[in-house]
């Protein structure tokens, strides 16, 4: 650009050029407002908030599907930044507390094995060993046993279950006769064990 009135001036409108094409730059960016969970307003935009749910989205993103948040993320956590982000930040939060309760679990794994892997334990695994507790705990309450008798009974059959663990597994012959055993403990049925 070059201007009859002196090198200022023309400086001056290569800026104003600068600012109009920054600001038709800025209007082509309007549909980030959705992605942006309005946080993007423009020139109305408050860059702090939008780079404190940039840094929330980055760390999130980076501990997926487990782990917790690097940063506290007050601002998201305030719910200055929305309250979606606000929500996901309470989620993530809550997560990280059960992971760590689960964690410090790490002792289950010596009294259940095969069971009890930390985070990594498959969720129907643990449901078939609370139902065979719970088919346990109801077979033994009908024998009529002492409290010492059947605490002796669970630990001697705590025993056998983690030393042989593959000759009680439902297709060795152990195993089906504990699951034959198990069924007449349960439902009374009488008769010899085959």
């Given at each position: 650009m070059e201007g009859l009135c002196g090198e200022r001036w023309a400086l001056q409108a290569q800026r104003l050029k600068a600012l109009c094409d920054l600001d038709r730059q800025l209007t082509e960016c309007a549909s980030l407002s959705g992605p942006s969970f309005g946080?993007?307003?423009?020139?109305?935009?408050?860059?702090?908030?939008?780079?404190?749910?940039?840094?929330?989205?980055?760390?999130?993103?980076?501990?997926?599907?487990?782990?917790?948040?690097?940063?506290?993320?007050?601002?998201?956590?305030?719910?200055r930044c929305g309250p979606e982000l606000q929500q996901r930040h309470a989620t993530l939060q809550t997560r990280a507390a059960i992971e760590l309760r689960l964690l410090a679990m790490g002792g289950?794994?010596?009294?259940?094995?095969?069971?009890w892997n930390g985070l990594d334990s498959d969720a129907e695994a643990i449901a078939r060993a609370c139902k065979f507790r719970s088919s346990l705990?109801?077979?033994?309450?009908?024998?009529?046993?002492?409290?010492?008798?059947?605490?002796?009974?669970?630990?001697?059959?705590?025993?056998?279950?983690?030393?042989?663990?593959?000759?009680?597994?439902?297709?060795?012959?152990?195993?089906?006769?504990?699951?034959?055993?198990?069924?007449?403990?349960?439902?009374g049925v009488q008769g010899d064990i085959s």
């Open positions: 946080l993007w307003r423009g020139h109305d935009t408050d860059v702090g908030l939008l780079r404190a749910a940039i840094a929330f989205e980055r760390d999130r993103q980076g501990i997926e599907p487990r782990g917790a948040l690097r940063s506290s993320h007050p601002e998201i956590a305030e719910g289950l794994a010596a009294s259940c094995p095969g069971v705990n109801a077979g033994l309450s009908g024998l009529g046993l002492t409290p010492d008798q059947t605490a002796h009974a669970r630990r001697q059959l705590h025993d056998a279950l983690s030393a042989r663990r593959t000759d009680l597994s439902s297709g060795a012959p152990i195993g089906q006769a504990c699951q034959q055993l198990l069924q007449r403990l349960v439902y």
